[in-house]
């Protein structure tokens, strides 16, 4: 069973930056394109960025692209996301996700593909 745990939320000023971590265990971290998501209360859960096995492939949604970057480190089983220019409607929790089923080359963007979640870790940008 993989298990992800997310880390390095909190609260910053608009224009500030935050980067989200995501260890993972139990399963072939390697073989996993990970995803990052985002749920602001009163709305559904988004797609925000995700890379592929290697590291070589990148997705963003187009709200955070010039201001996000996703990377990951293999060797320590760790999905990176570094916010920068933090704006008030980022504010939202941001979840770790795993799809085992992707092959290396395809990235999904869409929830109900992804099989393992981590807990969520607020991220809130003030004004």
């Known amino acids: 069973q993989v298990q992800l745990v997310e880390s390095g939320g909190g609260l910053v000023q608009a224009g500030g930056s935050l980067r989200l971590s995501c260890a993972a265990s139990?399963?072939?971290?390697?073989?996993?394109?990970m995803g990052w998501f985002r749920q602001a209360p009163g709305k559904e859960r988004e797609f925000v960025s995700a890379?592929?096995?290697?590291?070589?492939?990148?997705s963003y949604t187009d709200s955070v692209k010039g201001r996000f970057t996703i990377s990951r480190d293999n060797a320590k089983n760790t999905v990176y996301l570094q916010m920068n220019s933090l704006k008030p409607e980022d504010t939202a929790v941001y979840y770790c996700?795993?799809?085992?089923?992707?092959?290396?080359?395809?990235?999904?963007?869409?929830?109900?593909?992804?099989?393992?979640w981590g807990q969520g870790t607020q991220v809130t940008v003030s004004s």
């Open positions: 996700a795993a799809d085992p089923g992707s092959s290396g080359w395809l990235i999904r963007t869409h929830s109900y593909e992804y099989d393992y």
């Open positions: 139990g399963g072939t971290f390697s073989r996993y394109v």
């Open positions: 890379i592929n096995w290697s590291g070589s492939i990148t």
